[in-house]
């Protein structure tokens, strides 16, 4: 057989082949600032900047100031509100991100690299990055320029070096090319707003404005101002055309109830502010590493389906079309729905998170509020002492740190309860209707019609029959009617009511259940009955 012959069996491709997506490698990336080298240099620097502080403390001890040694081994009197609230939720803004990415990396720590036993580096690199930042609050507490010099210059050492590392690396190959770099936007915002504040009390403390000293603001007229708006008696709205408020007036109360405004007469407690931005920075890393360890996955697996998947669909017994393209396209928009959902179920989350947040800050306010002026049955069920104690104390020292490990819970959960209800809602309900084809939940409701329609005019009929033919009106008074029809009626519904009863408790459940995931971020309310709150282990933060 010739060469001709030979080209007279070859077929010619009917369709070309599918272009395979070419997936992007992205490989170790080492920055010129050595993080090994940095953090050698700045743990000594931060050693330093301590010494100075402690000789500088010891310095200007007098009998006057005997704390100013113990105020520096204290860099956040937690109970002083006079104390710059941005300061400190910066610093432990930036603490709560090197932790997350600590939980992230391969490596724990940068002194290590593939190590075996990186559980204990994890350990260790708990109480690393505390004592690394440790400084950064520490040059504040002395309200000295030089500490404040000191402030500056550490947090634009931490700050420049971090955003010439991600300048260097934008691309890592940690999970998503640019985890890394999102990841860091939270510490890159606090550590450029101390490299901002530090100059800013230094340029006051020049000029002698510095608003900083708990002296001079404890002799201001803030406090009397304060009792005076917090004691004085609110006056009584006295509505002319009725005495309760109508819906519009109760829909706004409401929504004004989840939306925090500062008031002039109110400091929010510095503790609770310092477990806001530790909130927003969790809800912020968890949504951030949701989004970008599935979406890009699925996004590659929608590019690369191709005309084979018919054919695997067929292995499984599904036939979604004849025509392979058809196939091909309904895959593909499958996938983009369940993209959709699984980002909007992200994006829900978050929303209520945040919604969540700003109501426990109003509850916060109204509650310090009512304990300021005695009123304890308005925040607890019974009657309380307010004193310290031991479980008191314990939930306070854990509260801001509860907060963020609750609300990365709340997360998790919520994502995935928003998710799987969605999915339910777009390929059962959505899909089908749009389309006008595999109506099976619809059809499984339809089948069930009589049951539907007995349980109607079940329910009709016992509310239409209480309001006109069980209670009658005498004299002003509402009383029982028809006595003999109510027993009997009540009687000859027990069995229908039993399965009312089943349909009542399947409800009761997923509304149980959506409100505790909806509310499990929160640690200002207890998720149980207030006679069980006690063993609800949120209500003890």
């Known amino acids: 057989m010739d060469r001709d012959a030979l080209v007279d069996y070859e077929y010619p491709d009917l369709e070309p082949l599918p272009t395979k997506v070419q997936q992007e490698i992205i490989g170790p990336c080492d920055p010129t600032a050595d993080d090994k080298l940095y953090h050698i240099s700045i743990t000594a620097i931060s050693v330093v900047i301590m010494l100075i ?16 040694v113990a105020g520096l081994f204290s860099p956040v009197n937690f109970l002083d509100h006079t104390q710059h609230k941005g300061l400190a939720g910066a ?35 708990i109480f690393y990055y505390p004592a690394l930042y440790y400084p950064l609050l520490a040059c504040g507490t002395l309200h000295n320029k030089v500490g404040y010099v000191l402030g500056s210059l550490l947090s634009w050492t931490h700050f420049g070096v971090l955003v010439w590392q991600k300048i260097d690396c934008p691309r890592t190959p940690q999970i998503h090319k640019y985890f890394s770099l999102f990841s ?51 006056p009584k709205k006295i509505s002319p055309s009725s005495e309760t408020p109508g819906l519009m007036q109760r829909v706004t109360d409401a929504v004004k109830s989840y939306i925090y405004t500062p008031e002039e007469a109110f400091r929010f407690p510095l503790k609770l502010s310092i477990s806001c931005v530790v909130a927003f920075i969790s809800l912020y890393q968890v949504a951030l590493l949701l989004v970008l360890s599935v979406v890009p996955t699925l996004q590659t697996a929608r590019m690369g389906v191709d005309l084979d998947i018919a054919k695997v669909l067929a292995g499984f017994k599904i036939e979604l079309s004849q025509d392979p393209h058809e196939v091909k396209r309904l895959v593909i928009y499958y996938m983009w729905c369940f993209e959709v ?105 339809w089948s069930m019609w009589p049951f539907w329609l007995m349980i109607v005019l079940v329910v009709l009929m016992q509310h239409v029959c209480a309001r006109f033919f069980f209670i009658k009106k005498t004299s002003g008074t509402k009383d029982l009617d028809n006595r003999v029809k109510l027993f009997l009626m009540t009687y000859l519904l027990f069995p229908v009511s039993v399965l009312l009863g089943v349909l009542m408790s399947a409800w009761r459940l997923v509304v149980t259940a959506l409100f505790n995931i909806v509310h499990l971020g ?20």
């Open 91 to 125: 610093v432990f803004g930036v603490l709560l991100c090197r932790l997350f990415g600590m939980l992230m990396s391969e490596d724990p720590l940068p002194f290590t690299a593939h190590t075996q036993h990186k559980d204990y580096w994890v350990i260790l690199g």
């Open 522 to 541: 929160r640690m200002d309310i207890s998720l149980l009955n207030r006679n069980v709150e006690a063993f609800d282990p949120g209500s003890f933060g």
């Open 341 to 445: 959902c699984y980002i909007s179920s992200i994006s829900l989350s978050a929303l209520v998170n945040l919604v969540m947040l700003m109501r426990s800050m109003v509850l916060h306010r109204s509650n310090l509020k009512s304990l300021y002026r005695g009123d304890v049955f308005s925040v607890y069920s019974r009657q309380r002492r307010i004193r310290a104690s031991r479980p008191a104390l314990v939930c306070w020292m854990s509260y801001t740190s509860y907060t963020a490990a609750h609300t990365v819970t709340a997360v998790l959960i919520q994502t995935l309860v928003f998710f799987l209800s969605l999915l339910v809602a777009v390929f059962l309900v959505i899909i089908p209707v749009l389309h006008g084809q595999n109506l099976f939940l619809f059809q499984a409701l």
């Open 184 to 234: 860091s936007f939270p510490q890159i915002a606090c550590l450029a707003f101390l490299s901002f504040q530090y100059p800013l009390m230094l340029f006051k403390g020049l000029q002698g404005t510095d608003s900083d000293n708990a002296d001079e603001d404890l002799n201001s007229s803030y406090y009397r101002d304060y009792v005076k708006e917090i004691l004085k008696k609110k």
């Open 53 to 68: 502080l402690a000789i500088l403390a010891r310095k200007n001890w007098s009998p006057s100031k005997q704390s100013s």
